[in-house]
């Protein structure tokens, strides 16, 4: 069984920062690429960050300069930083990971819970 978690969300005013961590659990043998996506009521759930194996990032334009996705991997743990926080960057944000479990057999792609960020002006 894998499991992704999502912390760190919370409440922030506007230019300040928080810093997202999603961590892979269970019988995993690699944890592929991740990606940040973020969602509002009503809203697709939308690309923010994604971070290949081998620390290949990619942003959307809205969010480059301000958010930094990086990872662990001897943790199997990924982290999306978050600086000049904007009203709009509020959501609700999830990870989702392309992991090799049971000794890579098994391939599989995962979604956490998702975790709240609300930016006040």
């Known amino acids: 069984q894998v499991q992704l978690v999502e912390s760190g969300g919370g409440l922030v005013q506007a230019g300040g920062s928080l810093r997202l961590s999603c961590a892979a659990s269970g019988n995993i043998f690699r944890v592929e690429t991740v990606s940040w996506y973020r969602q509002t009521p009503g809203n697709q759930r939308d690309l923010v960050a994604s971070?290949?194996?081998?620390?290949?990032?990619g942003y959307v334009d809205s969010v480059k300069g301000r958010i930094t996705i990086f990872r662990d991997n001897a943790k199997n743990t990924v982290y999306l930083q978050m600086h000049s926080l904007k009203p709009e960057d509020t959501a609700v944000y999830y990870c989702?990971?392309?992991?090799?479990?049971?000794?890579?057999?098994?391939?599989?792609?995962?979604w956490g819970q998702g975790t709240q960020v609300t930016v006040s002006s």
């Open positions: 971070i290949t194996q081998n620390g290949v990032t």
């Open positions: 989702n990971a392309n992991i090799t479990s049971f000794g890579g057999t098994l391939y599989g792609n995962y």
